[in-house]
T-cell receptor, first 113, second 115 residues
Framework: SQTIHQWPATLVQPVGSPLSLECTVEGTSNPNLYWYRQAAGRGLQLLFYSVGIGQISSEVPQNLSASRPQDRQFILSSKKLLLSDSGFYLC????????????FGQGTRLTVV | AQSVSQHNHHVILSEAASLELGCNYSYGGTVNLFWYVQYPGQHLQLLLKYFSGDPLVKGIKGFEAEFIKSKFSFNLRKPSVQWSDTAEYFCAVTLMDTGRRALTFGSGTRLQVQP
């Protein structure tokens, strides 16, 4: 069966520090991969999605970037965190063709101080 | 751009009451529709989904949803809620005609069931 791993679960970082959140998927090949940010009362906002290695689409301009160095690995990064980057970040995957339901990781609670 | 609206932001019910959470989307083409649930302290889970066929779909834990194309709606229902249904519920849509497979979410509805 497929599983998705996301770490760390919680992270406290100072303003101006770099960020790297990692997500890996097991049990499937060529998945679509997604990074979402969840804010209270605002649902889930799509940040990035990827249909293949090195292929990243950005949904909103921001202080973050994403990379996909391997087929089942998706990384969310920042060179210098801002206070406004605080939030709950979710990684998700879906199959490349056919049905579009997405499966989510446990999420990372990021607090920038 | 497409959007998903959940008009009920916070719903408080007593156990055994009936539930209906509204969801409307703004897109005229072919859609896939979903309800996800997030229980306190847990990850987001798929509750039910609609791809095609019977517009009344049944999900886990006694939930169901009805796709009404003419109203662009996909409301979630449960005849009798339990305390364990306390959670946040999210409606989501994918636009099948565009090839864009990413889910667009509504803002969520927090359901609180009182014993």
């Amino acid at each position: 069966s497929q599983t998705i791993h996301q770490w760390p679960a919680t992270l406290v970082q100072p303003v101006g520090s770099p960020l790297s959140l990692e997500c890996t998927v097991e049990g499937t090949s060529n998945p679509n991969l997604y990074w979402y940010r969840q804010a209270a009362g605002r649902g889930l906002q799509l940040l990035f999605y990827s249909v293949g290695i090195g292929q990243i689409s950005s949904e909103v301009p921001q202080n973050l970037s994403a990379s996909r160095p391997q087929d089942r690995q998706f990384i969310l990064s920042s060179k210098k965190l801002l206070l406004s980057d605080s939030g709950f970040y979710l990684c998700a995957w879906s199959v490349r063709q056919g049905r579009t339901e997405a499966f989510f990781g446990q999420g990372t609670r990021l607090t920038v101080v | 751009a497409q959007s998903v609206s959940q008009h009920n932001h916070h719903v408080i019910l007593s156990e055994a009451a009936s539930l209906e959470l509204g969801c409307n989307y703004s897109y005229g083409g072919t859609v896939n529709l979903f309800w996800y649930v997030q229980y306190p302290g847990q990850h987001l889970q798929l509750l039910l989904k609609y791809f095609s066929g019977d517009p009344l779909v049944k999900g886990i834990k006694g939930f169901e949803a009805e796709f009404i194309k003419s109203k662009f709606s996909f409301n979630l229902r449960k005849p009798s809620v339990q305390w364990s249904d306390t959670a946040e519920y999210f409606c989501a849509v994918t636009l099948m005609d565009t090839g864009r497979r990413a889910l667009t979410f509504g803002s969520g509805t927090r359901l609180q069931v009182q014993p």
